[in-house]
């Protein structure tokens, strides 16, 4: 009777290595189509501003702010004002929250502050905004600026800021407790929009993990 070779007790650990390592690598191809996906998705998002009719007129209207440059607003919150300028013409609202806090770019003024100015030089009247000095994110823009409207009786708003911004201040702002929200945008001619569509992929996704993580209570 002829005696069955004997396996080489080498050839286990290798079998058991190249499980391994084909396991790991389908764990990483599933992690980078994840990546992907999830890119396409917040680039859509992106790309698609909220398009929301707007009402007769709400209590206010909420500018989120961006950075000044020598205490004057730079030229994208130029177009984030303009568009309130316009909407306050058109009657949307008779009072404005500016929100943002200092720049650490050398400005002695708050973003709130240089965009009062701005609306005050483009004819707006003083009295009709209110500035909100302290938030330094979005989510702080939305969450102060309900702050003010809790302590004044406001419910509805519009929110102003670039389209590519839209969607993410949407939801920021379903988040805080603005009651049906309504968001205005517009899109730049001033801003370089690869670099702040990119960027803002990155600001999507630590958004979601900051609303994970807030409804967890943490």
């Known amino acids: 009777m002829t005696a069955k070779p004997r396996k080489s007790k080498g050839n286990a650990p290798k079998s058991k ?3 391994s390592l084909t396991t790991l690598f389908r764990l990483c191809m599933i992690g980078f189509l994840l990546g992907v996906a999830w890119i396409v998705y917040v680039q859509w998002k992106v790309q698609v501003a909220p398009n929301q009719p707007l009402p007769e007129q709400v209590d206010v209207g909420i500018v989120l702010g961006a950075s000044l440059r020598q205490d004057i607003p730079s030229p994208g919150l130029q177009e984030r004002l303009d568009l309130a300028i316009q909407l306050y013409k058109q009657g949307k609202f008779k009072q404005l929250i500016v929100s943002g806090g200092l720049d650490h770019n050398g400005s002695k003024l708050t973003e709130a502050e240089g965009m009062r100015d701005y609306l005050v030089k483009k004819g707006l009247p ?7 000095p302290r938030a330094t994110s979005t989510y702080e823009n939305l969450l102060y600026s309900k702050q003010i409207m809790d302590q004044k009786g406001w419910v509805s708003s519009i ?3 670039h389209s590519y ?9 379903e988040t805080v407790g603005l009651k049906q929200p309504l968001v205005s945008s517009t899109k730049s001619e001033v801003l370089f ?3 702040h569509e990119a960027r803002e992929t990155m600001a999507y996704t630590k ?8 409804k967890a209570g943490i």
């Open 126 to 132: 003083a009295k009709s905004i209110l500035i909100e």
């Open 17 to 19: 290595l190249r499980r």
């Open 159 to 161: 929110i102003m800021t």
């Open 193 to 195: 929009m690869p670099y």
């Open 165 to 173: 911004h839209g969607s993410r201040s949407l939801d920021i702002a």
């Open 207 to 214: 958004w979601i993990w900051t609303k994970i993580l807030l």
